[in-house]
């Protein structure tokens, strides 16, 4: 079945202590982002990535790493969480063709104490 | 830079009602996605728009796309209970992958 995956789908941290969200597709896309979800401000683009290797910053970059080191994984990485980062996350993949939908991971919803 | 416009943002509707849900975009757009969201739950392709003029329709929606004018529609067709969710547009940057997120409109179909 294909399927963007995410994990984990909760966590609660606190101020400072790094964490990685991950996430997996396996329909061999090339394109792969982050977004996060907040109350009243719709979805906005964090990271995302072409291909191995090539991520760029998406409109809401700050406080946040990626790294696309195999085509299936692009993990997102916070050095230094703080409380305005708490928020619903979502990774999405496609092929980058333009025929295709955008596939949704079930979402990680992130709390910073 | 694509700025999204949703209207209205909450819509709440009596079962066996028509309405419609309106996405204004600003600048070029590849193609376009409606998506649907249950509280608490990830994103449900609805739709992908890939020309002007495109329309295609799912059950009780229809979904619309006037590339001149920038401007989709999401039209619903004797609303049931079941269609109530969060309903979001997303253009496509023109040349990337790139989704640009209206706000969403929060269907509520009440009995």
């Known amino acids: 079945e294909a399927q963007v995956t995410q994990n984990p789908r909760y966590l609660i941290t606190v101020t400072g202590k790094k964490l990685t969200v991950t996430c997996s597709q396996n329909?061999?896309?090339?394109?792969m982002s982050w977004y996060r979800q907040d109350p009243g401000l719709g979805l906005r683009q964090i990271y995302y990535?072409?291909?191995?290797?090539?991520?760029d910053k998406g409109d809401v970059p700050e406080g946040y790493k990626v790294s696309r080191k195999e085509k299936r994984n692009f993990p997102l990485i916070l050095e230094s969480p703080s409380p305005n980062q708490t928020s619903l996350y979502f990774c999405?993949?496609?092929?980058?063709?333009?025929?295709?939908?955008?596939?949704f991971g079930q979402g990680t919803r992130l709390t910073v104490v | 830079e694509l700025k999204v416009e949703q209207n209205p943002l909450f819509l709440s509707m009596q079962e066996g009602k028509n309405y419609t849900i309106y996405c204004n975009y600003s600048?070029?757009?590849?193609?376009l996605y409606w998506y649907r969201q249950d509280p608490g739950k990830s994103l449900e392709s609805l739709f992908v728009?890939?020309?002007?003029?495109a329309v295609k329709q799912e059950g009780r929606l229809m979904a619309s796309l006037d590339t001149k004018a920038r401007l989709s529609t999401l039209h619903i067709t004797a609303a049931v209970h079941d269609l109530s969710a969060t309903y979001f547009c997303?253009?496509?940057?023109?040349?990337?992958?790139?989704?640009?997120f209206g706000k969403g409109t929060k269907l509520t179909v009440n009995p």
């Open positions: 999405a993949s496609s092929t980058g063709e333009q025929t295709t939908e955008a596939f």
């Open positions: 329909m061999n896309h090339e394109y």
């Open positions: 990535s072409m291909n191995v290797e090539v991520t």
């Open positions: 600048t070029t757009s590849d193609r």
């Open positions: 728009l890939l020309s002007n003029g």
């Open positions: 997303a253009p496509c940057k023109a040349g990337s992958e790139k989704l640009v």
